[in-house]
Each structure stands twice: as C-alpha cells, then as structure tokens.
C-alpha cells in the first residue's frame, strides 16, 4: 500500500465478485467505503457481493436503493447500502439513520459526493473505472479501515500463490487476539482454513521497561504455530496439516479438522469427550519435550518457559481491570501488596514440580471432536501457538474449568480421575502433587481470566467476555478450597475477590 491507495485490476465480474469478498472479510462495524464509478462500472456487482458474503448467503435478494435510499441487511453485523443519488439535501441523511446506522454496523454507500462533509474522515474511497475489458479500482483514505483492507487483499494474494485464488472466502471464527479465521472453497475441494495471524504489536511498557505481552510470552509471529504444530504432529497429536505457509506476512492455509465440539445438543458439556482431552494431555506430559523447536528448515522456535514474571503478570490483571470494575477505584497498594505476597508464597511450592509442554488455551473451542476415528486421533488440537514450559497440571485446569463452558463438579472430577488413571497407567505418578498444582494453576489461570475477560470489555470494546464472569469466579472459589491454598482463600475473602459482582 502506498501513499495514493490501493489499486486492483479487475479482469470480469468474477474479479468484482471476489473483491467484494475480499472487502467484507476486513469490514468491521462502524465501517463506512463509499462507492463512486460511472454506470456500469460495477458498483452494484460489488455491493451485491460484499452484502452476501458478510451475510454468508449467495442467494440474497440485494436490490439496488435507487429509489429507497437505504436498504438494510441482518448479516454477520448489520450492513446498510446507501444510494444517495436522490438525496434532496445533506439534512435527510439524519431522516435515514446514517449515523445510528454506524453505531451497530457499516455502510456502503454510492453517489457520496451528495453527503458534503457528513462522511466519517476514516471513509474508504472506492472508485471503480472502465479499462479496456475489465475496470480498475483504487482504494483510498485513511484510518485502520484501509489497512484491513489491505490486509485482506495481501491474504488473497497468498491464495493465489497458493493455487487458491479463485477460492470463496467466508469467516469463521476470531479469537481474542488478532488473529483470526475463514474458511474457504474452492471448486468444490474440501473446504480450507485460511488463517491470518499478524505480527503481535507488543504495546507499551509496563513493567521493568517491558511491554506485557513480552513478560507473559505471547507468540509474535505465526512461526510459533508451525514449530509447536510440527513437534506435536510427531507426538502423535492431531493437528492441522499446512497446505501453504507465508511466515513473513502471517497467512497459513490448513487443513480443516471438522467441526465436532464437546457439547450436545442442550449446549451440555459431554463428560466422555472431556475424560478423552485429558487422557491425550497424560499422552502428551508423559513426554520430554525440547525448548528449541523448528518451524521449516534454517528457522527455530524458542519454546518460552511459564516462569514467575508470567505467572505474575497475568494474575496482576485481576487488580489492575477487575477490582477497578467492580469497586469503581483502582487498587489500593495495600491491596496489591498482600495480592502479590500470598502469591510468590505460593508460587515457592512449584519448584521442582513436573514441567511439559504447556499449550495454554488447552479448552473446547480449541479442540475437535472427530467421532468416526479412534483413540487419541479423535481430538483434533487447532490453537497452541503461544505454548509455554509450565507446569503440566496447567492444561488439566485449563480443560476441567472450560473457560466459555460451565463444568459441573462431578464432571471436573471424572476429567482429572481420566487424567491420574492414564499417568498412573503408564508409570510413577505422584497424585497428591498433582492435585495441589492443579489447585494453584487452576487459581493462576481463573484469577487471570477474570482480569482479560473484563480488559475485553473495558479496552477492546468485547462486552460478551461478561457473561462468562460468574462462572470463572465459581471455579476459582473452586480451585482456593484446596487446603495448601487456605491463606490464599482467605486473602479473597477478605477483600472480597470471590463475591457475586454486577458489572
């Protein structure tokens, strides 16, 4: 992208078509790209094609708003496309909605001249042009709107390489990190995930002029995912295989595991699934696992250790987000003081405890249930590029306290009796260490989640995480019953870390 733009060549409709794609997987809520060109240009081919592709339906009705001015779509977000051309004045804009309409979606809009100045400043220009056969597009403007844009142009440059470029592109999931997902199809091939995965930007320092995301050791680059997915395939663990790899920009096409989760059809968590998860976890920590991993061929992967620095940053973000939500003050020192001291006095007993390959987010929606295979091959393991040395009773909390599903006890229970029976199976295994480990990750981890879950909401603008809150404060009340951890307990109780909060 230079200073002028982008510019696209379109060779026929099927071109415009995949733009239109290519511009809805970047397009975001409060979105505004205006459409100039003149008749026939391909305007409405385009506006057709984003509209369907964030609604994920390729027969919707998409009629041009010539004489309605507005027509809206009920889409992944709500799309607006404005045809302004009978715009009897700027003031009728306000009679449209134009600025309600940003607050819960985006906007298309043609002839934008006739808004004067009423334009959001970050607004993308798009102007399409007849050349030759085809027609060429220029995209300008200014804000992150573009270079998501950009972003999404460079990822069907990718597919092109990759013999994908004439690919359907749809979205899948996202996550709470930058990263994010699509599916797509190509002549009724089995369909790919096409994952995306910039650089990690690592923010402001915080502590001991370092930014958070170096002292927690989160992955900055998408060479972590293939190092770690490599050593685990070679472990026997299902992971995605890459079609195609471009670690410099952060794009990977992989292989699509299916869609098998661990819930029925009430939403119910299904105990058998999660007595399997834990069963491959005794697999996988029964293991030696290096901390130099390789990725391809002349490029390592440092495999970071879950030291205490980590540990304690994350759990500083309870103090630092959610005691400041729910008391509406910041922390006092007195607090952060005794937060810290019940901590680091804990944190003493995992010396010498056994240490694995620790993927993180070991959880369901990170894991495909693949019910026509057998034995470990039925979990499919598709998130662990930001993979730690740590203790190995981490992933067990992780898995048995499902973070986005409520876990009732007797089933947290069955998960880590699946789990002691598969180590004790296989060799020494000693229970009682294991069991306080899990008590003190399982507190580091719910203590931390309730700190992003409210950062979410509070920074990123991500309101949902709050519905989660409850029951992560349940499995921490859950974790601090273990008897080790009764100072701790005690020091939640007292400043009241474990009560019912309305946010």
Not at 139 to 165: N, P, T, V
Not at 185 to 191: E, H, I, L, N
Not at 193 to 219: C, F, Q, W
Request: aromatic residues 8%; charged residues 25%; hydrophobic residues 45%.
């Amino acid at each position: 992208m230079s200073d002028a733009g982008l510019e696209v060549f379109l060779a026929d409709a099927a071109a415009t078509e995949r733009l239109g794609e290519d511009l809805a997987m970047a397009l975001r809520p409060g979105d505004v790209l205006a459409l100039r060109g003149d008749l026939g240009a391909g305007k409405s081919t385009l506006a057709r094609a984003l509209i369907r592709a964030l609604a994920d339906d390729l027969g919707l009705d998409v009629p041009s708003p010539t004489f309605t001015l507005v027509q809206s779509y009920d889409a992944r977000f709500p799309v607006h496309h404005f045809d302004l051309y009978r715009l009897s004045s700027q003031a009728e804009l306000d009679e449209l909605g134009f600025d309600d309409a940003l607050t819960e979606g985006a906007a298309l809009v043609e002839w934008p001249e006739r808004a004067g100045g009423r334009l959001p400043s970050d607004t993308v220009m798009i102007e399409l042009e007849h050349r030759g056969e085809g027609r060429s597009v220029r995209l300008s403007g200014q804000g992150e709107a573009l270079q998501r844009i950009a972003r999404s142009l460079a990822m069907r440059g990718f597919l092109d390489r990759a013999g994908w470029g004439n690919a359907q592109r749809r979205h899948f999931i996202g996550d709470a990190s930058a990263r994010s997902y699509e599916i797509v199809v190509q002549d009724g091939s089995a369909s790919c995930v096409l994952m995306n995965s910039p650089r990690l930007v690592m923010g402001p320092p915080v502590r001991d002029g370092k930014p958070y995301a170096e002292i927690a050791h989160t992955a900055q680059s998408v060479t972590a995912f293939v190092a770690i997915g490599r050593a685990l395939h070679s472990a026997g663990v299902s992971v995605p295989e890459i079609y195609a790899q471009d670690l410099e920009q952060g794009f990977l096409l992989l292989e699509h595991l299916g869609s098998g989760g661990f819930l029925d059809s009430q939403g119910q968590p299904i105990a058998s699934r999660y007595a399997a998860a834990g069963e491959l976890l005794a697999m996988m920590q029964r293991r030696l696992w290096p901390d130099r991993l390789e990725a391809v061929p002349g490029v390592l992967h440092d495999v970071p250790p879950f030291d205490r620095d980590a540990m304690l940053i994350e759990v500083d973000l309870l103090v630092d987000w959610y005691v400041p939500a729910v008391t509406g003050q910041p922390a006092s020192d007195a607090l952060r003081a005794g937060y810290h001291g019940v901590w680091n006095t804990v944190l003493d007993r995992l010396a010498g405890r056994e240490y694995s390959l620790m993927l993180r987010d070991f959880h369901s929606p990170n894991i495909i249930w693949r019910g026509d295979r057998s034995g470990h091959d039925r979990l499919g393991i598709v998130d662990f590029q930001d993979a730690l040395i740590g203790p190995s009773a981490y992933d067990v909390a992780s898995l048995a306290m499902d973070a986005r599903v409520t876990i009732a006890t007797d089933i947290e229970h069955s998960t880590l009796e699946a789990y002691v029976a598969a180590r004790q199976a296989a060799g020494p295994f000693d229970e009682g260490e294991f069991r306080e480990t899990y008590a003190i990750m399982a507190a580091q981890r719910n203590s931390k989640i309730l700190g992003i879950f409210v950062r979410l909401d509070r920074r990123d603008g991500k309101p949902a995480y709050l519905r989660h809150l409850p029951r992560i404060r349940d499995y921490l009340r859950r974790a601090l019953a273990h008897p080790s951890l009764a100072d701790m307990h005690a020091f939640y109780e007292t400043h009241g870390l474990l009560e019912e909060r309305e946010l």
